[in-house]
């Protein structure tokens, strides 16, 4: 079975420093990671995908890179803002079209 | 496209009551999945069909949880006799598989109180 953890499960940062966030799977025999972003009381919004042949993705102040060999991957944040105040969530594509899911790191952006 | 439809968006229910939650997917999407979240346990996948036949529902709990998908624009998640542990927030995706990205677009959720 396929675990998704993420850590720290919560931290906090002044506005304009960069966010490192951290994603471990067990199982490398992935299709793909995808980064979600959730706020409080919504659904899950799709931030970036990388196919398991890929090793990073980039879509604006957001990157994300993907060791699959080490079960690893990490969603950078440039120069945080408060609107980047949400819950971020990992997932992992594997076996028959199974998504499985870190708990998530929630992240507060202080002004 | 308006995205993925969930209904209702809260229902507060007694226990024994059924409850029943709704979705509809994105208009192309062939698959589609049901997850629930709680702060326990995270992200669940409970049932997930593909081209409206269900592929993969070893994530439902027990008998009490039932999932239909009667066409490729409608599915229901039913819950008879609900129980407060089954107090969650219950998401449903679309997808379109063999896209190649496989990227999920998931539903504003239903969130559910049983008391």
């Known amino acids: 079975k396929q675990e998704v953890t993420q850590i720290p499960a919560a931290l906090s940062v002044p506005e304009g420093e960069n966010l490192v966030l951290n994603c471990s799977f067990t199982d490398s025999a992935i299709y793909n990671l995808q980064w979600f972003r959730q706020d409080p009381g919504k659904g899950l919004t799709s931030l970036l995908l990388i196919q398991s042949s890929q090793r990073e993705q980039t879509s604006g102040r957001l990157n994300a890179s993907l060791d699959k060999s080490s079960g690893r991957s990490t969603l950078y944040i440039a120069a945080s803002q408060p609107g980047d105040s949400a819950t971020y969530l990992c997932a992992v594509l594997y076996g028959n079209n199974r998504l499985a899911f870190g708990k998530g790191n929630q992240v507060v952006v202080i002004p | 496209d308006a995205g993925v439809i969930q209904s209702p968006r809260h229902e507060v229910t007694e226990m024994g009551q059924e409850v029943t939650l709704r979705c509809k997917p994105i208009s192309g999407h062939n698959s589609l999945f049901w997850y629930r979240q709680t702060m326990m346990r995270g992200l669940e996948l409970l049932i997930y069909f593909n081209n409206n036949v269900p592929i993969d529902d070893s994530g439902m709990p027990e008998d009490r949880f039932s999932a239909k998908m009667p066409n490729a624009s409608f599915s229901t998640l039913k819950i008879q006799p609900s129980e407060p542990r089954d107090s969650a927030v219950y998401f449903c995706?679309?997808?379109?598989?063999?896209?190649?990205?496989?990227?999920?677009?998931f539903g504003a959720g239903s969130r559910l109180t049983v008391l």
């Open positions: 995706a679309s997808s379109l598989k063999g896209s190649g990205a496989n990227v999920l677009t």
